[in-house]
């Protein structure tokens, strides 16, 4: 299994652009969240998939986030526009099915630079 | 509430020593305590979980010990190596499913 993967890894963009990180979760796991790591603020939770439907979105920090999971197998976070302040380390984890359900496997994560 | 406090931030410890790293919780509701390991440049991965029914889970030189009515569980790292050396992170799971509640990390540099 090619685990969770995330495109791309590393984006540089500037003030204003709009930037569309995306993930494909692990075949078979029905459960898709979005993190946001920083120094300052940690491991943020953004937001949650189960089963393609969005269940928890408290976390996106306000309108100019916006995440779709169109199907099972692909899932995307998009930023417009981007602000500096939106630099940060994004993770798309995922998670289901077995005893273990409840453990989450992360992607590589999407290194987000904005100028 | 469904913080999940966690302490130290950082933490160096001598190779050979013990590591210990603490968390705190307060919702009653979680039922799953997991801790994750986190390398540079890489996402975090599960290194070992505990529930609720026991006091202790060891796995090599990782143990969870956990204490329901204090609300607190931690890490204890014994014989700590160099290739330990990355950023730890508790969490707490409930009713809300599969969602996890972080603490906010601790960096651990293990001296050779």
């Known amino acids: 299994d090619a685990g969770v993967i995330q495109s791309p890894r590393h984006e540089v963009t500037e003030m204003g652009q709009e930037v569309t990180l995306r993930c494909k979760p692990i075949?078979?796991?029905?459960?898709l969240f979005w993190y946001r790591q920083t120094m300052m603020r940690g491991l943020e939770l953004l937001i949650y998939f189960n089963n393609n439907v969005p269940i928890d979105d408290s976390g996106m920090p306000e309108d100019r986030f916006s995440a779709k999971m169109p199907n099972a197998s692909f899932s995307t976070l998009k930023i417009q526009p981007s602000e500096p302040r939106d630099s940060a380390v994004y993770f798309c984890?995922?998670?289901?099915?077995?005893?273990?359900?409840?453990?989450?496997?992360f992607g590589p994560g999407t290194r987000l630079t904005v100028l | 509430q469904q913080q999940v406090k966690q302490s130290p931030q950082s933490l160096i410890v001598q190779k050979g020593g013990i590591s210990i790293i603490n968390c705190a919780y307060e919702n009653t509701a979680f039922d799953y305590f997991p801790w994750y390991q986190q390398f540079p440049g890489k996402g975090p991965a599960l290194l070992i979980a505990?529930?609720?029914?026991?006091s202790e889970k060891k796995e090599g030189r990782f143990t969870i010990s956990f204490n329901k009515s204090a609300k607190q569980f931690s890490l204890h790292i014994m014989d700590s190596q160099p290739g330990d050396s990355a950023t730890y992170f508790c969490a707490a799971s409930g009713n809300a499913g599969n969602m996890l509640t972080f603490g906010g990390g601790t960096r651990l540099m293990v001296k050779p």
């Open positions: 984890a995922s998670s289901g099915g077995g005893a273990t359900y409840n453990e989450q496997f």
């Open positions: 505990i529930r609720p029914d026991v």
């Open positions: 075949s078979g796991h029905n459960s």
